[in-house]
């Protein structure tokens, strides 16, 4: 049986390198040949990387569920892709994740990778994508001309937040550090606040908030909200909160590739750019998900081959 570089948590939810069986796409799968897959820290602490779907322990989990790479093999009745097509996407979260030569998905995860796009570029984009395109349009229902409150411009979600409210006509306010002011102004924030020096309150009352960050920042940020306002997270501790106002603000993330693919041409069009804070090799994944790296704006990324 082939076999493949992965990489996997331990118990101490560590990344070691393993060999695994190469996977075999079973009825409407699709193996995909992996070229580079996003980091997102948190996963670590997932439910999905310590569970299975059934509620039952997980352990040696492989993370990374957004990925670019090539149609490797089809399942029976899988028929939206042909062998050799490069696309972009995601997998399931109790899948194994992509951080491995290859893992399986399903085509409706999935669309061509835009053109415009490097491969590790395009591995950078599908959960944040889709998360800011979910929360402001689906949830939040953001109209134009509103004034729309982002926490967090310039992290891997919020970056996408910041340009799509802008090109929906939205009234862009976003907190960042001191030293991404200027990058978030330059994907269209018409206000930048730096959390440490001013209180985001400063910024009056708004229709939208997007909070990325969670704590102390959600708990201050009901009382911005104009009557009819609107309010969602995606902090990991608000998921676990017994506030039913938290509860109802709070989502995840849901793969379309529908939607990633009416998405995608916005990046050909150059409506919408990925920024990429530092690529690594495999090899270099538990580094990758320490959360230590410093950088650049950006999603960190794993080369899963040169």
């Given at each position: 049986?082939?076999?493949?570089?992965?990489?996997?948590?331990?118990?101490?939810?560590?990344?070691?390198?393993?060999?695994?069986?190469?996977?075999?796409?079973?009825?409407?799968?699709?193996?995909?040949?992996?070229?580079?897959?996003?980091?997102?820290?948190?996963?670590?602490?997932?439910?999905?990387?310590?569970?299975?779907?059934?509620?039952?322990?997980?352990?040696?989990?492989?993370?990374?569920?957004?990925?670019?790479?090539?149609?490797?093999?089809?399942?029976?009745?899988?028929?939206?892709?042909?062998?050799?097509?490069?696309?972009?996407?995601?997998?399931?979260?109790?899948?194994?994740?992509?951080?491995?030569?290859?893992?399986?998905?399903?085509?409706?995860?999935?669309?061509?990778?835009?053109?415009?796009?490097?491969?590790?570029?395009?591995?950078?984009?599908?959960?944040?994508?889709?998360?800011?395109?979910?929360?402001?349009?689906?949830?939040?229902?953001?109209?134009?001309?509103?004034?729309?409150l982002i926490h967090g411009g310039a992290g891997a979600v919020g970056l996408f937040a910041v340009q799509l409210?802008?090109?929906?006509?939205?009234?862009?306010?976003?907190?960042?550090?001191?030293?991404?002011?200027?990058?978030?102004?330059?994907?269209?924030?018409?206000?930048?606040?730096?959390?440490?020096?001013?209180?985001?309150?400063?910024?009056?009352?708004?229709?939208?908030?997007?909070?990325?960050?969670?704590?102390?920042t959600l708990d201050r940020s009901w009382d911005l909200l104009k009557?009819?306002?609107?309010?969602?997270?995606?902090?990991?501790?608000?998921?676990?909160?017994?506030?039913?106002?938290?509860?109802?603000?709070?989502?995840?993330?849901?793969?379309?590739?529908?939607?990633?693919?009416?998405?995608?041409?916005?990046?050909?069009?150059?409506?919408?750019?990925?920024?990429?804070?530092?690529?690594?090799?495999?090899?270099?994944?538990?580094?990758?998900?320490?959360?230590?790296?410093?950088?650049?704006?950006?999603?960190?990324?794993?080369?899963?081959?040169?």
């Amino acid at each position: 049986m082939a076999e493949m570089n992965a990489m996997e948590f331990t118990d101490e939810l560590n990344l070691q390198p393993v060999r695994r069986p190469v996977p075999e796409p079973q009825a409407g799968e699709i193996l995909i040949h992996v070229s580079a897959a996003g980091v997102t820290p948190t996963e670590k602490l997932w439910y999905t990387t310590s569970h299975y779907a059934d509620g039952t322990a997980r352990s040696k989990a492989i993370p990374g569920h957004e990925f670019s790479g090539t149609v490797a093999g089809l399942g029976a009745g899988a028929t939206s892709y042909s062998l050799g097509d490069v696309v972009f996407g995601l997998n399931d979260w109790f899948a194994e994740g992509a951080t491995a030569e290859f893992c399986i998905t399903k085509p409706s995860n999935l669309s061509l990778k835009p053109s415009s796009l490097s491969r590790v570029e395009a591995a950078s984009a599908p959960i944040g994508l889709l998360t800011a395109w979910q929360g402001l349009h689906l949830q939040a229902k953001l109209q134009k001309g509103e004034r729309v409150l982002i926490h967090g411009g310039a992290g891997a979600v919020g970056l996408f937040a910041v340009q799509l409210a802008k090109s929906q006509g939205a009234y862009v306010i976003a907190t960042s550090s001191k030293a991404n002011i200027d990058f978030v102004k330059q994907l269209g924030a018409n206000e930048v606040i730096d959390y440490r020096e001013r209180r985001f309150e400063e910024a009056g009352l708004v229709d939208v908030i997007f909070d990325t960050v969670g704590g102390e920042t959600l708990d201050r940020s009901w009382d911005l909200l104009k009557p009819g306002g609107r309010l969602v997270t995606i902090a990991a501790d608000a998921e676990s909160s017994t506030d039913p106002r938290v509860k109802s603000a709070f989502f995840i993330v849901e793969q379309d590739g529908e939607q990633l693919a009416a998405l995608g041409k916005l990046f050909d069009s150059g409506e919408l750019k990925a920024f990429v804070k530092a690529e690594l090799p495999m090899e270099e994944a538990d580094h990758a998900y320490s959360g230590s790296i410093a950088g650049n704006p950006g999603k960190l990324i794993i080369r899963t081959k040169e």
